[in-house]
């Protein structure tokens, strides 16, 4: 624990939210090791890599990314994105993935094609993965 809390302040976590950030990252990873879906991401796959940073253009703008988790499975490249974020006070389930996919579709576009150009033999496919929710959105 100490050392992910390091690397939890390293990435800006305040201190007064590092024992919430320390315990929500080990109940994702927890829940990810656990799930069915969850190891099939982090199996070994072919061309696979984790936090993979890419620049390239996209729409004519020079684009920055670090894909979470990408791998290429019967032909198909797949680019995945954790979010550990949780359905509001009141929200469904559903209307919560739903938000939630609107809100990344764009991000998760750019990733596709920065991908796209890179494997240009290859479909390419985008998912949004909730660990704390074991719930898969391809988009």
Excluded: N
Excluded at 17 to 34: G, I
Excluded at 75 to 84: E, F, N, P
Aim: aromatic share 8%; proline share 2%.
């Amino acid at each position: 624990k100490w050392i992910l809390g390091r690397q939890l302040s390293a990435f800006g976590v305040p201190a007064s939210e590092l024992e919430s950030a320390l315990d929500r990252t080990t109940q994702a990873v927890q829940r990810t090791v656990e799930s069915k879906r969850g190891r099939w991401i982090l199996e070994r796959h072919e061309d696979a890599a984790c936090e993979l940073a890419l620049t390239g253009l996209v729409g004519g703008q020079l684009t920055h990314a670090i894909i979470d988790r990408t791998f290429v499975i019967d032909g198909i490249r797949w680019v995945i994105d954790y979010k550990t974020s949780s359905p509001k006070a009141g929200e469904s389930e559903k209307a919560f993935i739903q938000r939630e996919s609107e809100h990344y579709r764009g991000q998760m576009k750019s990733y596709s094609e920065l991908l796209q150009a890179m494997d240009q033999e290859r479909e390419v496919k985008a998912a949004l993965y909730f660990p704390l929710l074991d719930k898969w959105q391809e988009l």
